[in-house]
């Protein structure tokens, strides 16, 4: 089956802090992956996504390349904000009848002033 | 536009009681998906509806579980018998489907609190 490993939380850091959240995954067929993020009281949303081995997602600063080799799509960013303290999920999808997505458990990230 | 919208945005309920939660989708978007997510825990996959057909139930946990969309646009998802296992947050989400992966919007979902 399908499953998404992400490191345990939750991660404090400092504004301007290095960000890397880790996630694994196991998948029958062809994943492509996604990072989801959910703000302090609105719903959860599309962070970045990569689609194929080696492709890079990008935005807000955030970026995560898809290894196939060591099956990860670890979570990266330069310099934390405060406005980043949110809840983040890896997941996958396998192209099919549904696009179902599999989640990882989350991690809760708080940046400090 | 309107994003994703899901009724009520919490209910308390007693055991053994019959829930109804409901989802409003993005006009247009024919792909209609149920998660939980259970505290400490990620999401989990319920159930997918293609307009008003459900290919993939296979998330739902239980024969009390059951959920139907109308219109192709609002679905319902209704937990009979109610126990304190369903507590959790009921999220609901939708997408376009042309081929391949469409990006899922999702609502703010209904936390259920089951005494």
């Known amino acids: ?113 | 536009g309107a994003g994703v919208s899901q009724s009520p945005s919490n209910k308390v309920t007693e055991k053994g009681k019959d829930v109804e939660l409901r989802c409003d989708p993005i006009s247009g978007h024919t792909a209609l998906y149920w998660y939980r997510q259970r505290l400490g825990q990620g999401l989990e996959f319920l159930i997918y509806f293609q307009g008003n057909s459900a290919p993939d139930k296979s998330g739902l946990p239980s024969d009390r579980f059951s959920a139907e969309r109308t219109g192709e646009s609002v679905s319902t998802l209704t937990i009979q018998r109610t126990q304190q296992e369903d507590s959790a947050v009921y999220l609901c989400a939708s997408s376009q489907r042309t081929s391949g992966y469409n990006e899922q919007f999702f609502g703010p979902g209904t936390r259920l609190t089951v005494l």
């Not at chain 1, 850091?13 to 995954?25: G, K, P, Q, R, V």
């Not at chain 1, 990008?58 to 080799?69: D, H, I, L, P, V």
């Not at chain 1, 980043?84 to 997505?101: M, P, T």
């Not at chain 1, 458990?105 to 708080?110: A, H, P």
């Open chain 1, 1 to 113: 089956g399908n499953s998404v490993t992400q490191m345990e939380g939750p991660v404090t850091l400092s504004e301007e802090a290095f960000l890397t959240i880790n996630c694994t995954y196991t998948a029958t067929g062809y994943p492509s992956l996604f990072w989801y993020v959910q703000y302090p009281g609105e719903g959860l949303q599309l962070l970045l996504k990569a689609t194929k081995a080696d492709d890079k997602g990008s935005n807000k600063g955030f970026e995560a390349t898809y290894r196939k080799e060591t099956t990860s799509f670890h979570l990266e960013k330069g310099s934390v904000q405060v406005s980043d303290s949110a809840v983040y999920f890896c997941a996958l999808s396998v192209s099919g009848a549904n696009s179902k997505l599999t989640f990882g458990k989350g991690i809760t990230l708080s940046v400090r002033p």
